[in-house]
């Protein structure tokens, strides 16, 4: 079956995986209506999150791909209701669209792939849901841990995996107010900004983490409630 399904090309493979995800959105209700924002519509910021950029071998191409991906999102204004779906917004990663190539989590291991470093923006936008008190709908976790503690540009169960056609960053704007998303990459760090119409209250946020010989386990309560819960293999121990 395996062999079978390598022998299909890459881009029949993706437009079926692409069906899939929109067919599950349709039966489960999801309609992702996304407004272009106004010059009227803005706001003031309401929430950031910041996070160093770290210099590494492919993170030039990385900033780039943040970039070009930001500012797609930043056209986008949510209303009530609405859903925030990453790959809606910034379209297919790839070289046509003007990502380079960078540095992606496939299956344990790291290769490049053209738009790698997305992940730390889908990881932002993410962080700025739980700290909003918005509706995860659909997040990922990586399957493996990478950074020792000093290494970690997010807190470990943090993070939002995203790989365009089969895992998605989906979360629904549960909120009475409208909102949008700003963001500025420099080449050492990136800001995302949660802007609002009208006053949010910020959600205390806590990740509690269990650790075993073969994986990681980590817990994360908004508030008093347990709204996830991430597994990770350990990178450098037998999976």
């Not at 932002?124 to 008190?133: A, E, M, S």
Request: net charge positive; proline share 4%; aromatic share 10%.
């Amino acid at each position: 079956m395996k062999r079978l399904k390598n022998r299909v090309p890459r881009f029949l493979r993706l437009k079926v995986a692409l069906w899939k995800m929109r067919l599950r959105y349709l039966l489960k209700g999801y309609v992702l209506r996304m407004g272009r924002l106004r010059e009227k519509e803005l706001f003031d910021a309401a929430i950031s999150v910041s996070q160093p950029i770290f210099v590494t071998a492919t993170s030039a191409n990385k900033i780039r791909n943040l970039r070009r991906a930001a500012e797609k999102i930043s056209r986008f204004v949510f209303q009530p209701g609405d859903y925030l779906s990453f790959w809606d917004m910034i379209g297919e990663p790839s070289a046509k669209n003007g990502y380079l190539p960078g540095r992606n989590l496939v299956a344990g291991r790291l290769v490049e792939e053209d738009g790698g470093g997305l992940c730390q923006l889908s990881g932002i936008l993410y962080h700025l849901g739980l700290k909003t008190g918005l509706r995860i709908v659909e997040r990922s976790n990586h399957s493996v841990d990478l950074y020792r503690d000093a290494e970690r540009f997010t807190p470990l169960g943090c993070d939002a995996t995203v790989v365009y056609g089969y895992k998605n960053l989906l979360m629904q704007n549960t909120t009475d107010a409208t909102l949008y998303f700003s963001f500025e990459v420099a080449d050492d760090a990136i800001t995302g900004r949660l802007h609002s119409d009208r006053p949010l209250t910020e959600t205390p946020l806590r990740f509690e983490l269990v650790e075993d010989n073969r994986r990681t386990v980590v817990e994360t309560w908004a508030g008093r409630e347990k709204i996830a819960r991430s597994v990770y293999a350990n990178y450098d121990k037998p999976a």
